[in-house]
């Protein structure tokens, strides 16, 4: 089994998530999930190098899965990155994919938003993901149209991990993530890891 389709499957074992198969509708309950691969971690010096999205409802059902986009870099920029980048994105094919991309920030930006319109108003979803103020960092300096359509505040399912650590730490092992560093992927994990969370730690 590849490593996409283990995720599909933590996705199924571990939240009990589904794909929904609706007509595109517009709902401010709906969440939008987000995933950048960088080049490095300083949006000063560094630079996004795949951007992806998808859309849950209220309780974490994938609606949709937006444009999965390589955003080109130039040699120049790339060669700026530090082994670990250059080992995990060349690994994962991600490097030749940029290098062959013929969008740029601002294309990957458009498209992302053309997407994300057909599913959530402006301002109403938080930004969703795992440590996504680095995301939003980075979203801030190179697509700020995209940065403030989302809501100001954030959904970090990295609070509910470290509070986890904290406060029941038994329960982190029950759920094990693939780390592929691929941006579709990472989203899908964010959200089965936001609904193992809910059940398993969260009283609801």
């Known amino acids: 089994m590849g490593k996409t389709s283990m995720i599909h499957a933590i996705v199924d074992q571990y939240s009990h998530c ?11 309950n709906n969440l939008i999930w987000i995933d950048l691969e ?3 971690l300083d949006p000063e010096r560094d630079r996004i190098i795949e951007i992806a999205t998808l859309v ?12 999965t986009i390589a955003v080109h870099q130039s040699d ?4 700026l990155m530090d082994d670990w980048n250059v080992r995990t994105h060349t690994a994962s094919g991600l490097v030749e994919r940029v290098k062959a991309s013929t969008m740029g920030d601002r294309e990957a930006e458009l498209a992302t938003l053309e ?5 959530v108003p402006a301002g109403k979803s938080p930004i969703c993901g795992n440590s996504i103020g680095q995301d939003r960092r980075f979203l801030f300096k190179y697509m700020p149209e995209l940065e403030v359509y989302f809501h100001y505040r954030y959904l970090d399912v990295s609070t509910l991990k470290e509070l986890a650590r904290r406060w029941k730490p038994e329960i982190l092992d029950g759920f094990t993530k693939q780390g592929t560093h691929q941006a579709m992927d990472d989203i899908r994990e964010s959200v089965a890891e936001l609904a ?3 059940e398993h730690f969260i009283k609801l």
Do not use: H
């Not at 120049?76 to 060669?79: M, N, P, S, T, V």
């Not at 997407?115 to 599913?119: M, N």
């Open 196 to 198: 193992y969370y809910r």
């Open 38 to 40: 960088m080049t490095g």
């Open 115 to 119: 997407f994300l319109k057909q599913w």
């Open 76 to 79: 120049e920029q790339l060669a």
């Open 56 to 67: 849950t409802d209220a309780n974490l059902n994938i609606l949709a899965e937006g444009p």
């Open 18 to 28: 589904e794909w929904v198969e609706n007509s595109m509708s517009a709902n401010e």
